[in-house]
């Protein structure tokens, strides 16, 4: 079982910057897929950002030029770093594994961004 623990969560004006982390207990150069995913209030959970065992990355089109998912495979931590935050961006960013067909969640961080 894979546990992540997520933070860097906060308040933030439009405009400005944040990075997520996501700790993993396990060595993430195993794990097949990471990701970011975020949930707005109302709203249904959303992929926002993904990184393969290979170091490929891919985005939703929304944070394209903004957003950049990297990993540190010595510390087993991946990144979400955001730039040019806007209000829309506010929402609880969850990281997330996928090993085989077991998917595992961290608790979430909450990401606030004012206009």
């Known amino acids: 079982q894979v546990q992540l623990v997520e933070s860097g969560g906060n308040l933030v004006q439009a405009g400005g910057s944040l990075r997520l982390s996501c700790a993993a207990s396990?060595?993430?150069?195993?794990?097949?897929?990471m990701g970011w995913y975020r949930q707005a209030p109302g709203k249904q959970r959303e992929l926002v950002a993904t990184?393969?065992?290979?170091?490929?990355?891919n985005y939703v089109d929304s944070v394209k030029g903004r957003f950049t998912m990297s990993r540190d495979i010595a510390k087993n931590t991946v990144y979400l770093q955001m730039n040019s935050l806007k209000p829309e961006d506010t929402a609880v960013y969850y990281c997330?594994?996928?090993?085989?067909?077991?998917?595992?969640w961290g608790k979430g961080t909450l990401v606030t961004v004012s206009s």
């Open positions: 997330n594994a996928a090993v085989g067909i077991m998917h595992y």
């Open positions: 396990e060595r993430i150069f195993s794990i097949d897929v």
């Open positions: 990184i393969t065992s290979g170091s490929r990355t």
